[in-house]
């Protein structure tokens, strides 16, 4: 873990409040896994409001033209505060502080090629943060990757040109029909769970509790494992002051509550608590 400054070299408006954020920070990039995130000063002086940093997920990886080596990261911001919205204002060549990577990503390993035929990958609005880089891996490790996207209409889904690049199979759902298929992402993604019942198949899931806990509940009816990447309000992002905490149950049975910033962002499905939402 890398605390620094950084240097903005480009914010890119996506419409909708939506934001693409790429910051110079060869050194952070080199170490990032896929579903870690960074904590960001969302202004350029100690001294300025908000005081606290934000997480943000990394979305991507920018690499040199020619050699291919990391050289930054590239961040998906939405203007929803006051803290985003100063971030969102940031020119080329300010500088901020950044720190990170941090938290638990993704679980995938060498074997998982052996082990895993599909990938669903689910995502609500700006829950497709994480999952840009994890598709990346997944096609690295010879498992297909599926998405299923959905959003409240055709502005939520930012970035879908990325995975399309990728020549993944794509699935779209707006809840008022604007894009793709109208309805839920988790419609088509049951059905399609139903029809590759046979298959060995990992999901990945982002975006809404109640979309989390509804692809929960789905992995568990189809009996396969689910990873959730989890969004919190941090404080310290180091596990000290509780601020992110979800609640969860041990194996015998106990009331726990797990750190979003140090057992998370992305956390076993079966280990939350689901009808308890985080604060």
């Known amino acids: 873990m890398i605390d620094k400054k950084v240097k903005v070299k480009e ?23 896929p579903g870690q995130f960074i904590m960001l000063k969302c202004v350029e002086g100690i001294d300025d409001s908000p005081l606290l940093r934000r997480p943000f997920t990394v979305f991507n990886i920018y690499r040199q033209i020619r050699s291919g080596k990391p050289a930054g990261l590239e961040l998906l911001v939405k203007d929803v505060g006051a803290g985003t919205h100063k971030l969102v204002q940031m020119k ?57 996207y959905g959003g409240a209409n055709v502005g939520d889904l930012v970035l879908r040109e990325y995975f399309e690049r990728l020549g993944m199979e794509i ?41 989390m806990k509804a692809v929960h509940l789905l992995s568990a009816q189809n009996n396969l494992q689910c990873e959730v990447s989890l969004e919190a309000r941090m404080g310290c992002s180091l596990g000290a002051c509780l601020g992110c905490v979800v609640r969860s149950r041990d194996h015998l049975g106990e009331e726990q509550y797990l750190r979003v910033c140090q057992d998370g ?15």
């Open 11 to 33: 914010i890119r408006d996506l419409g909708s409040r939506n934001y693409l954020l790429t910051l110079n920070t060869p050194e952070q990039a080199r170490l990032v896994r």
């Open 171 to 211: 699935f779209f759902t707006t809840e008022d029909g604007s894009f793709g298929r109208r309805g839920l992402i988790t419609e088509p993604a049951s059905e399609y769970l139903k029809i590759n019942a046979r298959k060995n198949i990992r999901v990945y899931a982002c975006g809404p509790w109640g979309m």
């Open 92 to 148: 080329p060549g300010g500088m901020l502080d950044c720190l990170g990577p941090q938290g638990r990503g993704f679980q995938i390993s060498a074997d998982m090629r052996n082990r895993v035929e599909l990938a669903c990958l689910i995502a609500g609005g700006v829950g497709i943060a994480p999952l840009y880089l994890l598709a990346q891996s997944l096609l690295s490790q010879n498992v297909k990757p599926v998405l299923f």
């Open 265 to 279: 962002p992305v956390m076993n499905s079966r280990l939350i608590d689901w009808d308890t939402i985080p604060l």
